[in-house]
Structure formats: structure tokens, C-alpha cells
């Protein structure tokens, strides 16, 4: 608790930051995860997710600087899933789909204590830092258009004479703030470590939207309630009566499945953020987000997971704890009850220009050179993440990269099925073929090769002593090698393990070199 008291001066403004930015992504993705006709109905249910996202994943999560909220990486397959579910119930889309965030919670929480987190730790790093950059890549992109008045690239390129001058003007306006914020000179005054960049980029933005007159379209846009009836009336409850329908259970796992994907990458990736470089418990986290979406599907919400946009924002601004994480969702629903139309005085470009920040410290330059200084085996896997998540989707991008660093591993595991000590060889005149620890299928091609190519006549010393795993593939190789030892006039020697995993293996090599051998005296 005493942490949590100290930190509160970093923590504070970080959720201010975090909540500004929050409220434009949360209507976003609602407008990305909606079919058109819902948007006007629905749109709250962005907020609802966001809210649940910092106030009960914050609470239960044991991470300290993640934020949880709707994802992107979400939005098409809950945009599919109630298209075809008003199709089945007319009407009732929505709420039958709620059911299935619920669903979809349960079975999170389920793999929180069959500790599934485990997961999230065999991806490997050039992939994850992969994702972090293609998410920087993307969210500096989109921002483009915003910063020039204009919704997305098609109206841009469509209409570029109209560029609004305004929104211009706060948007480097903004940039120059948030650059002079970064400098060290800024850093070592004090007024200036309280008073963090992004607070003061959105207070002048407010400012000089109201001066420069801005259209109201390039300005933030949450519902506003006139009462409280009209507030209440933008939850929604499930509609359980269609508990048997096959497809909300599916589309319920699909969600579990997809969500505590995207979450654990989050949360290794967010992680590898912090400045404290603490490790957050995967399981904690996977029945914290579950928790979530049980609670964002009971009230109206889109399913939630740990998003690195929100995450990085909040490191970013000067979080340190998980205060940042629920403060920012309290303040999302104080503001959302209370005074709506005080958010939607904040221009867009001042968000963007934020954005492009976190977008820029994603994707840094020195991050693309020092992964291509680490060799091709990260290089190509965080590359290939990297092209896969701006070009297609997170999902793709992040199977793309995985399936080539796998291919590199297996690669080099090919190439690696033995040690061959040169000095031994030279010193006793024997070739000293030391086995991997594991050694499959996989080396099959490359043990076969190495074994014809060694010279008539020649020594030679298999040497399993450092070997826990063996195929019986490659037992049968290294069997029929020394079976055809003696004819081409090769000493063969094998050196057995003692690990039980492997012993039956050598003790069938040991047996077939006696067997040589009594050939070889009976001949």
C-alpha cells in the first residue's frame, strides 16, 4: 500500500493520459466492432468495456502498469459474430452476443487455474518485439489523416485540398510540446517531472480548438446523457434464453481463445516495458481479464484484454502501479455519467499527435537496427511480425513471425544433431561425434549424411553421454551404420547413456555392436 501512496504523483497524471486516449480508442474499436445500423444503439458499449477493463481487471490483475480495455484485434471476429447472430435472432444480436462474451470469460477463468499462461512464454522475443513495433507502425499510421482534419486515408487522398488549417496547427503545435517534453534539460526541472507533456498537449488543444473555431467532427464524440435514466439506459443485459445455440458457445471460446492470446503477448510485451522490469503471473492475469468479461458481458461491454496501445501510453506517461490503470477507468466513468460534454471539447489532433509519440517509441528506428545487429534468426522472425501485423492483422502477423522462427529453430537444430570435437580427433586420432541433448526426427537427413561421408578406415567414437531425448528414427540410423562399419573397414564405438529416457535406444546399439563383433571373430 505504501508503494501505491508513493507513486501516486506518477501515477495520476499517467491515468489522465491513459483515460484521454482511452476514450477515442473504446469508440473506435465499438465503431469497428459494430454492424452500422447498431453503432447509434451500441456505441456505449466501447466505454462500458473500457471502464471494466481498468476498474475490475486493474483491481484483479497482478500486473502494474497493463491496461485492459477492447481490443482491436478483436473487432472483426466480434463484428462477424453479431452479423450472423441478428441473422439467427432478429432483433436480439446484441444481447445473445453479450451472452457469449460471458462464455467467453468462464472459460478464461478456467484456464487461469489450469494455468494455461504458460503459453505466452514460448513465443519468442524477436516476435514479441515485432508485435510492439507493427502496433507502433499502425497506430503512427492511422493517426495521419486525424492530424490533417480528416477521418481515415481515403477521405485524405479523396479530398486533400481541404486540409483543416486548424487541426494542423494543434496537431505540431502538440508535437513540438511533446518533443521539448522529451528533452534532458526538460527532464531535470522539477515543475516539469509533475507536469507531464501529454496533460499539457490536450489542455492546449482544448484551448485552440475553441479559439480556431474546429469543426465539431475533429473533436472527441462520447454519448451524452441527459439524465440519469438516459445513462442507465445505455447498458445492456444478456439474453440468456439462447443458451443452447451452438454458435454463441463457439463464438464464446473463440473469444477465451483469442482474447487470452493477445493478452499474454500484451503482457510479455508490457513487461518488457517497464522500467522496473517487473513480471507480472500470466495465470493471475488470464482469470483477471476473465473476471472482466464476465462483468463487461453482463452490463453491455465488448470483451476486454490487456492492449498494448493503452499499456505503452501509460509507461510512457510516468506509471508506475496499477493505481494508473484503475484511476483511469474511474475517471472514464465519472466523466461518462457526469460531464460528457467537457470530453468532447478535446480535439482529435491533440490526441493523435500522443499517439504519434507512442507510435514513434514503438517503432524506433534504433530498435529495427539493433534487432538486424542480433543476427537473421531474430531479424527475419521480428521483420516478418512486423510486415504481417501492418499488411494483413495482429493475429496473422504474430503467427507469421512465430512460424518463421520456428523454421530457424528447426533449421539450426537440423544443422546441430552433433558436436564434433576437432581437438579429440586430432589428439587420439578418433572422430568424436558428441549428440545434442535432444535429438529427433529432425536430424535424421543431417546424422545420415555426416555418417556415409566419413572416410573408409577412419575411427569413430558416438557419443550420447549428454543425451536426455532420442528417436528411435535416429536410433535406427546410427544401428545401420554400425551394422555396415566393417565393411568398409570403420572402428565404431558408442558411449552409453544412463538416462532412462534413452537407455533402451543405446542398449539396442550396444547389442548390435556385439553382434558386429561376433561376426567379425567368426569370420
Known amino acids: 500500500m505504501e508503494d501505491y501512496i508513493k507513486n501516486l504523483k506518477n501515477d495520476l497524471p499517467a491515468a489522465i493520459i491513459v483515460f484521454l486516449v482511452a476514450v477515442p480508442l473504446c469508440l473506435g474499436i465499438a465503431l469497428a466492432s459494430l454492424p452500422p445500423d447498431m453503432t447509434e444503439q451500441f456505441l456505449f458499449s466501447g466505454i462500458i468495456a473500457g471502464i471494466v477493463g481498468g476498474i475490475i481487471v486493474g483491481l484483479l490483475s ?36 453479450l451472452m457469449a462474451v460471458v462464455i467467453g470469460g468462464v472459460f478464461q477463468v478456467i484456464l487461469g487455474f489450469a494455468r494455461a499462461g504458460v503459453i505466452g512464454y514460448f513465443f519468442p522475443n524477436s516476435v514479441i518485439k515485432g508485435m510492439l513495433a507493427g502496433i507502433g507502425i499502425i497506430i503512427f499510421k492511422k493517426q495521419i489523416p486525424i492530424a490533417f482534419g480528416h477521418k481515415d486515408f481515403a477521405g485524405l487522398m479523396a479530398d486533400s485540398a481541404a486540409i483543416s488549417t486548424g487541426t494542423t496547427v494543434i496537431t505540431v503545435l502538440s ?38 473555431t474546429l469543426d465539431p467532427a475533429h473533436f472527441v464524440s462520447i454519448p451524452v446523457a441527459q439524465n440519469f435514466s438516459e445513462f442507465q439506459a445505455q447498458f445492456t443485459t444478456p439474453d440468456f434464453s439462447k443458451y443452447t445455440d451452438k454458435f454463441v458457445w463457439q463464438t464464446g471460446l473463440t473469444i477465451a481463445i483469442v482474447a487470452s492470446l493477445e493478452t499474454l503477448l500484451c503482457l510479455d510485451a508490457t513487461d518488457k516495458l517497464d522500467p522496473l522490469k517487473r513480471v507480472a503471473p500470466a495465470n493471475r492475469e488470464l ?16 470483451p476486454v484484454t490487456q492492449v498494448i496501445v493503452r499499456s505503452s501510453t501509460n509507461i510512457q506517461s510516468g506509471g508506475r502501479t496499477k493505481t494508473s490503470a484503475i484511476a483511469h477507468g474511474v475517471i472514464m466513468l465519472i466523466c461518462a455519467a457526469l460531464i460528457p460534454g467537457l470530453l468532447n471539447l478535446i480535439p482529435l489532433a491533440s490526441l493523435a499527435a500522443i499517439l504519434f509519440m507512442v507510435g514513434y517509441k514503438l517503432a524506433k528506428p534504433e530498435l529495427f537496427k539493433a534487432m538486424y545487429n542480433q543476427g537473421r534468426t531474430s531479424f527475419v522472425p521480428f521483420v516478418t511480425t512486423v510486415a504481417g501485423i501492418v499488411l494483413v492483422d495482429l493475429l496473422v502477423g504474430i503467427g507469421l513471425g512465430l512460424a518463421v522462427a520456428i523454421l530457424f529453430i528447426l533449421y539450426n537444430n537440423y544443422k546441430k544433431p552433433f558436436l564434433f570435437d576437432s581437438s579429440k580427433h586430432y589428439q587420439d586420432g578418433k572422430v568424436h561425434l558428441e549428440l545434442a541433448e535432444d535429438v529427433t526426427f529432425i536430424n535424421k537427413a543431417s546424422i545420415q549424411r555426416t555418417l556415409t561421408e566419413l572416410p573408409d578406415g577412419s575411427k569413430v567414437v558416438i557419443d550420447g553421454s549428454k543425451t536426455v531425448n532420442m528417436d528411435y528414427d535416429v536410433t535406427e540410423i546410427i544401428q545401420e551404420f554400425l551394422e555396415g562399419a566393417p565393411y568398409r573397414n570403420i572402428e565404431a564405438e558408442v558411449i552409453e547413456l544412463n538416462s532412462e529416457g534413452v537407455k533402451n535406444q543405446f542398449n539396442q546399439l550396444q547389442e548390435a555392436m556385439q553382434n558386429i563383433n561376433v561376426s567379425k571373430n567368426t569370420g
Open 62 to 97: 497482478g500486473s502494474q502498469l497493463g491496461v485492459s480495455g477492447p481490443a482491436a484485434g478483436l473487432a472483426v471476429i466480434v463484428l462477424n459474430a453479431i452479423t450472423k447472430l441478428e441473422q439467427l435472432h432478429p432483433g436480439k444480436g446484441f444481447q445473445v452476443f
Open 175 to 212: 508535437l513540438v510540446v511533446l518533443v521539448l517534453w522529451e528533452q534532458k534539460f526538460m527532464k531535470n526541472i522539477k515543475v516539469f517531472q509533475l507536469l507531464q507533456g501529454p496533460l499539457v498537449v490536450v489542455t492546449v488543444g482544448v484551448l485552440l480548438g475553441t479559439i480556431l
Open 287 to 302: 482469470k483477471a481479464q476473465g473476471v472482466g468479461n464476465i462483468i463487461a458481458g453482463l452490463v453491455g461491454g465488448l
